[in-house]
């Protein structure tokens, strides 16, 4: 017997070979390609999502990061400006003070000018008085003519006594 | 090996029964096997079975890619997708025993019980009309879309360089899917005869036959596999040939 022998089984093969392809394209191959479609359809949504997302995420992690540094920036400032402010203010308050001492100092010069001023008369009157006083005691020492010298010790005595100062 | 068991159409000619009732049989198991597989389709996390199905589909996708632009041969996918599995289900098929035997023994209608007849089921692919067949529907393919991608264009290969390549490029033409059909014909056949011949050994009903028998149809195995993959592969290179003879 030969294995090799052609007959009408090559076209039913044929047809039946086609129909399988029909079938199982129809059936089984075009929904099975479109459900793997899909999935990678959907696998690269999420990975193009995921990318965004992370994408955003960066975003607003810089978006932090330069509003931190701003905010820093800015306390910095701040604090530079109130280091400036308060040393402004007390160098104010020390020249107002340094100000206020001169005004005190001028006044009680004053005062002890007038107070020594004051003085002086007083003591120039003193003084007039005591010249008087002596012409008068010389007077009277003349009048007496004696006694002279106790007359000059009396004098000086009294002169030294009645200093003012 | 297999008596053949021929149908008389009319007048018409003969038809290898036992080939075409085996070739519905594969066709009814890969049937089951895609219709497990589809049945719960989803985009989602795939069953098992509808995982094994989308691994074949990538793996014929890759054949196809490795030869072609993905985008020219996509018309090709799902007729490679069913040789593969056809040719892959139709060689294990003559490595199943005779289990339908039983049901057949006396129906005598379209000869059924002669061909439900023996130790084995058979192979449809262990009939030369079965691997050529599928042989002639590759040449046709190629010419299709040799024509597609080159329009008559395409016929003019055959006479180039020089007109004198003419018989060469036509022997080629015969080669192919000649060589396509007898590979195929000639390792399943021979694993069937072979068989055959193991279960003829003397004293095969007790246990000389069971080492050398399950050897030899893990053998086989390996071979209706590999031989499923040639055939997928060549007609594959076959066409991208065809397509891409401009730039080759």
């Known amino acids: 017997m030969n294995p090799i022998a052609f007959d009408l089984t090559l076209p039913a093969q044929i047809v039946s070979f086609l129909i399988l392809v029909w079938v199982l394209a129809k059936f089984a191959w075009k929904p099975l390609m479109g459900m793997m479609e899909k999935r990678r359809l959907f696998i690269k949504d999420n990975l193009e999502q995921a990318e965004a997302e992370r994408r955003e995420a960066e975003r607003i992690r810089q978006e932090y990061q330069e509003e931190m540094r701003n905010a820093r920036q800015e306390a910095q400032g701040i604090m530079e400006q109130a280091a400036k402010n308060s040393e402004q203010r007390a160098a104010e308050i020390l020249a107002e003070a340094r100000r206020e001492t001169e005004k005190l100092k001028t006044a009680a010069l004053a005062d002890i000018e007038r107070e020594r001023e004051r003085a002086v008369t007083e003591v120039k009157a003193q003084v007039a008085e005591l010249s008087i006083a002596v012409a008068e005691k010389l007077l009277r020492a003349r009048l007496e003519l004696s006694g002279q010298a106790e007359l000059v010790e009396q004098f000086i005595q009294e002169v030294g006594e009645s200093r003012p100062c | 090996m297999h008596e053949t068991i021929l149908w008389q159409v009319g007048d018409l000619g003969t038809i290898h029964g036992k080939t075409l009732v085996m070739t519905w049989l594969a066709f009814i198991v890969i049937f089951i096997l895609v219709f497990l597989g589809t049945r719960r389709l989803t ?75 023996g130790a084995a089921l058979m192979s449809p692919t262990a009939d030369i009309n079965t691997t050529a067949s599928l042989a002639l529907l590759t040449l046709v393919l190629i010419i299709a879309y040799g024509i597609k991608y080159h329009g008559p264009g395409y016929f003019r290969h055959f006479v180039e360089p ?74 594959t290179a076959y066409i991208a040939q065809a397509i891409g003879s401009d730039e080759h």
Request: glycine letters at 8%; hydrophobic letters at 55%; a negative charge.
């Open chain 2, 162 to 235: 020089y007109p004198v390549f003419l018989p060469i490029h036509l022997i080629d033409m015969v080669a192919k899917p000649m060589t396509l059909a007898f590979r195929l014909f000639g390792n399943i056949f021979a694993g069937e005869v072979l068989i055959s011949v193991i279960l003829m050994l003397p004293g095969v009903g007790i246990l000389g036959g069971v080492i050398p028998m399950a050897v030899w149809l893990g053998f086989s195995i390996f071979i209706g596999a590999i031989q499923s993959f040639v055939i997928t592969v060549l007609s």
């Open chain 2, 43 to 117: 985009s989602g996390t795939p069953g098992k079975m509808q995982n094994f199905l989308e691994w074949i589909v990538d793996f014929v996708r890759n054949i196809i890619r490795d030869n072609m632009e993905y985008t020219k041969g996509a018309g090709l996918h799902a007729y490679l997708l069913t040789l593969i599995l056809f040719v892959f289900v139709s060689n294990m098929l003559g490595l199943i025993p005779n289990i339908f035997w039983p049901l057949f023994e006396h129906v005598e209608f379209a000869k059924l019980d002669e061909i439900f007849h």
